[in-house]
């Protein structure tokens, strides 16, 4: 039997980049290849669950450059620190990777997250074949490739920042996209123009962009580059954890408690930070419910923000965790739907799953996320901000009762369900690709 192709992977170390391509590579040594995951050390030391526990993927580190107490929610300050640290360091953790099995299962393939496109070309130097995993949807990849035309067509200037606010179309069967709503928008200078140089690196060294999507979601995107391969829905079968926090799965036990199709879960990943007032009419909108509750509570990456509930808050009707084992919970048979940020993570982990969407985004791609799911795939509405805006505590009522009684909604849940699943069985799209990728990387 010919040997399989060993992959370096290394994500971007955020739990919304490595979480993904954990389970990409669960996937991928399901197939029998090799895994060299790379952690940061501070991600590595901070992880609690370790991470998967195939034996074809073995966990390495190298530190990002940052002391421990340095501040990891800065995106320019670690991004500088990586990139002055990292690439140095990586040509040797690979020849001494490749010689612990005296080169005989040497590194194939590098496959980065977005803003590790250093790596690709670290490898590329050596060598080394490179493809990107991209954790975002196919369309924000696509609209950051477009971003030397929109600057040539004047839409936006050369920060990123729309000249006009206007809707447009970047390529047919897209969904209509505001210019305020751009990924990219609110951002500033320095993470726009990082943005503008790391779409030049991937083009450049990025062979595959792989994507946890399916033709079927983002149908009109795939046009733009003869790089895009959909994989997804990245969904591995097993049970290793791949969070890299620590999951409390009490809830699972309470889940199992509920009526079937009676709780609603909310949860806003991992960057999203709530202004408090408007945590404050969330809790009271839970409680206005009929419903019980789940409802993810995480404390902020950086302490910088502690949430205190409302005085006038019951939360009897409801259970709060920390941290919960999502894709677990997604598909339990008690669950009714999802309020959500709308990150593309839980965006696909809730299609695969059949759950209506309530939707709440708050940054970066999450509006454009959610215009497929309510405009294109039709499986939920969305949370309308008030004249301050505000989602309040009846909006919140109004819409979990709205999106429950539409079964339109509930119908275009099963379609989509079913339509993302066929993709991953034997003879699907995202199971041809994974093929082709595996077998490219070999050759
Ligand atoms: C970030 C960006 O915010 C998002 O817009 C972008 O599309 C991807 O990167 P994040 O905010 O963390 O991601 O959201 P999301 O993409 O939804 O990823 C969250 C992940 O955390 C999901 O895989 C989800 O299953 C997991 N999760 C969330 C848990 O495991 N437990 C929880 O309690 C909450």
Redesign the pocket.
């Given at each position: 039997m010919s040997i399989l192709p060993h992959f370096l992977v290394i994500p971007f170390p955020?739990?919304?980049?490595v979480?993904?391509l954990m389970q990409f590579s669960q996937v991928l040594a399901n197939y029998g290849c090799k895994i060299t995951f790379v952690h940061t050390e501070f991600n590595h030391n901070r992880s609690k669950t370790g991470g998967p526990r195939q034996e074809n993927i073995k966990l390495v580190t190298l530190p990002d450059g940052l002391e421990p107490e340095d501040d990891r929610s800065d995106l320019k300050k670690i991004m500088s620190s990586m990139k002055s640290t990292m690439p140095n360091k990586l040509p040797k953790l690979i020849e001494d990777i490749n010689a612990l099995d005296g080169n005989n299962n040497k590194i194939n393939c590098i496959i980065g997250t977005f803003n590790m496109g250093w790596a690709l070309e670290v490898g590329h130097k050596l060598g080394i074949k490179g493809a990107l995993l991209c954790?975002?949807?196919a369309t924000?990849l696509a609209c950051a490739v477009c971003i030397p035309k929109l600057i040539e067509d004047g839409i936006v200037d050369s920060e990123g920042n729309p000249t006009k606010k206007q809707e447009i179309q970047i390529s047919p069967n897209i969904p209509i996209i505001d210019t305020t709503n751009f990924p990219w928008h609110g951002l500033g200078k320095f993470l726009f123009e990082h943005i503008v140089q790391e779409i030049q690196t991937i083009i450049n060294f990025g062979e595959w962009w792989i994507c946890n999507t399916t033709y079927d979601l983002e149908p009109g995107v795939f046009s733009i580059s003869q790089k895009f391969l959909p994989i997804g829905p990245l969904i591995s079968n097993d049970n290793n954890k791949s969070?890299i926090?620590q999951?409390d799965t009490t809830c699972l036990d309470w889940l199992d408690k509920q009526p079937p199709q009676s709780v609603i879960y909310v949860?806003?990943?991992?960057?999203?930070v709530m202004d408090q007032n408007q945590f404050n009419e969330l809790a009271l909108g839970l409680d206005l419910l009929d419903k019980t509750f789940l409802w993810?509570v995480?404390p902020s990456n950086d302490n910088k923000v502690n949430y205190t509930y409302p005085n006038d808050f019951h939360g009897n009707k409801g259970k709060i965790?920390s941290?919960?084992?999502?894709?677990k919970i997604l598909n339990h048979p008690s669950i009714a739907c999802f309020i959500?940020?709308?990150?593309?993570?839980?965006?696909i982990?809730g299609v695969h799953a059949g759950v209506p969407f309530l939707c709440w985004p708050f940054?970066?791609?999450?509006f454009l996320?959610k215009s497929y799911i309510c405009d294109v795939w039709k499986i939920g509405l969305e949370l309308e901000k008030d004249d301050n805006g505000f989602i309040s505590r009846h909006e919140i009522r109004k819409k979990v009762d709205q999106v429950l009684g539409d079964d339109d909604i509930k119908t275009m849940c099963l379609k989509m369900k079913k339509i993302t699943i066929n993709n991953i069985e034997e003879g699907g799209q995202s199971s041809h690709n994974l093929k082709k990728f595996i077998s490219w990387a070999n050759y």
């Amino acid at each position: 039997m010919s040997i399989l192709p060993h992959f370096l992977v290394i994500p971007f170390p955020i739990l919304g980049h490595v979480n993904p391509l954990m389970q990409f590579s669960q996937v991928l040594a399901n197939y029998g290849c090799k895994i060299t995951f790379v952690h940061t050390e501070f991600n590595h030391n901070r992880s609690k669950t370790g991470g998967p526990r195939q034996e074809n993927i073995k966990l390495v580190t190298l530190p990002d450059g940052l002391e421990p107490e340095d501040d990891r929610s800065d995106l320019k300050k670690i991004m500088s620190s990586m990139k002055s640290t990292m690439p140095n360091k990586l040509p040797k953790l690979i020849e001494d990777i490749n010689a612990l099995d005296g080169n005989n299962n040497k590194i194939n393939c590098i496959i980065g997250t977005f803003n590790m496109g250093w790596a690709l070309e670290v490898g590329h130097k050596l060598g080394i074949k490179g493809a990107l995993l991209c954790p975002p949807s196919a369309t924000s990849l696509a609209c950051a490739v477009c971003i030397p035309k929109l600057i040539e067509d004047g839409i936006v200037d050369s920060e990123g920042n729309p000249t006009k606010k206007q809707e447009i179309q970047i390529s047919p069967n897209i969904p209509i996209i505001d210019t305020t709503n751009f990924p990219w928008h609110g951002l500033g200078k320095f993470l726009f123009e990082h943005i503008v140089q790391e779409i030049q690196t991937i083009i450049n060294f990025g062979e595959w962009w792989i994507c946890n999507t399916t033709y079927d979601l983002e149908p009109g995107v795939f046009s733009i580059s003869q790089k895009f391969l959909p994989i997804g829905p990245l969904i591995s079968n097993d049970n290793n954890k791949s969070s890299i926090w620590q999951e409390d799965t009490t809830c699972l036990d309470w889940l199992d408690k509920q009526p079937p199709q009676s709780v609603i879960y909310v949860s806003f990943g991992s960057l999203v930070v709530m202004d408090q007032n408007q945590f404050n009419e969330l809790a009271l909108g839970l409680d206005l419910l009929d419903k019980t509750f789940l409802w993810v509570v995480r404390p902020s990456n950086d302490n910088k923000v502690n949430y205190t509930y409302p005085n006038d808050f019951h939360g009897n009707k409801g259970k709060i965790v920390s941290w919960a084992p999502q894709r677990k919970i997604l598909n339990h048979p008690s669950i009714a739907c999802f309020i959500s940020h709308c990150g593309w993570n839980s965006t696909i982990e809730g299609v695969h799953a059949g759950v209506p969407f309530l939707c709440w985004p708050f940054i970066a791609d999450q509006f454009l996320n959610k215009s497929y799911i309510c405009d294109v795939w039709k499986i939920g509405l969305e949370l309308e901000k008030d004249d301050n805006g505000f989602i309040s505590r009846h909006e919140i009522r109004k819409k979990v009762d709205q999106v429950l009684g539409d079964d339109d909604i509930k119908t275009m849940c099963l379609k989509m369900k079913k339509i993302t699943i066929n993709n991953i069985e034997e003879g699907g799209q995202s199971s041809h690709n994974l093929k082709k990728f595996i077998s490219w990387a070999n050759y």
